[in-house]
Nanobody, 123 residues
Framework: QVQLVESGGGLVQAGGSLRLSCAASGRILNTYAMGWFRQAPGKERELVAAISSGGSTYYAVSVKGRFTISRDNAKNTLYLQMNSLKREDTAVYYC?????????????????WGQGTQVTVSS
């Protein structure tokens, strides 16, 4: 069993930056694929970025070049550095984990989810 807890969300002006963290407990994450998802009001959950256990990454087109996903296996923590934030980045952000060595892109493939952290970008 894996427990995930996100932190780092908040209110930021457009153009600003935030770094989200996802602390994991219960299992060592170095053999887990992980991802960041987001869900805005009235919209479906979407993948933001994913990272394999080996460090390969995948980004949604909308965030590529602005967001960076990374992991610190020694700290059992996943990160999402978000730069040049836009109003359309406003959403609840969730981290997820799946026991897999490859990249996991589909949300339905993840078994473990955090509670989410709110990110609000103002103009």
């Amino acid at each position: 069993q894996v427990q995930l807890v996100e932190s780092g969300g908040g209110l930021v002006q457009a153009g600003g930056s935030l770094r989200l963290s996802c602390a994991a407990s219960g299992r060592i994450l170095n053999t887990y694929a992980m991802g960041w998802f987001r869900q805005a009001p009235g919209k479906e959950r979407e993948l933001v970025a994913a990272i394999s256990s080996g460090g390969s990454t995948y980004y949604a087109v909308s965030v590529k070049g602005r967001f960076t996903i990374s992991r610190d296996n020694a700290k059992n923590t996943l990160y999402l550095q978000m730069n040049s934030l836009k109003r359309e980045d406003t959403a609840v952000y969730y981290c997820a984990a799946e026991y897999s060595q490859g990249l996991v892109i589909r949300g339905s493939s993840y078994d473990y989810w955090g509670q989410g952290t709110q990110v609000t970008v103002s103009s």
